[in-house]
């Protein structure tokens, strides 16, 4: 009876949304159901394809990138959900962004096309784009305003 709760609350959960096994198994430990009918249903729901930590990684890291974010944030903030790190490589590497495209994106549309007029100016998008998860070559290329693209 309890294993079917257990299963019944995880399965409605995961019709919300994706979950990480792990952000899964702490939603479910806050509501006190026994840490082996926990670790079953976890199981199960993994066995039967209704959890994946790779479906999660890969719709986290395209939702989160749609809305502005830097491949470092991205990558942290799939860790604290405890997404394995060779995962959370594959699925970045898969991805398919453009994260120099993205950067400049994000910049242009918080600070506009006209590049920094002076240093203060251009520290402050610099710890902006940081803040958002970009990498110092993200940044920097940003600034060039599409000179990575016309490279290519």
């Not at 299963?7 to 026994?34: C, M, P, T, V």
């Not at 394809?49 to 799939?78: C, T, W």
Request: proline share 2%; aromatic share 8%; hydrophobic share 30%.
């Amino acid at each position: 009876m309890k294993q079917r709760s257990v299963e019944a609350i995880a399965i409605g959960l995961l019709a919300r949304r994706e979950h990480s096994a792990y952000e899964l198994g702490q939603k479910l430990e806050q509501r006190d159901f026994n840490p082996t009918d926990i670790e079953n249903c976890l199981q199960t729901l993994c066995d039967q394809g209704l959890q994946s930590d790779q479906r999660f990684a890969e719709n986290y890291v395209r939702y989160r990138s749609q809305k502005g974010m830097g491949p470092q944030r991205i990558e942290h903030e799939l860790r604290q959900k405890g997404v394995n790190a060779e995962l959370i490589q594959t699925v970045m590497r898969d991805s398919e962004i453009d994260w120099f495209t993205l950067a400049n994106t994000v910049r242009c549309k918080r600070f506009g096309e006209q590049e920094p007029r002076d240093f203060t100016e251009r520290a402050k998008q610099q710890r902006f784009m940081q803040y958002r998860g970009f990498s110092h070559e993200h940044i920097t290329e940003s600034f060039n305003l599409g000179s990575h693209e016309n490279q290519r």
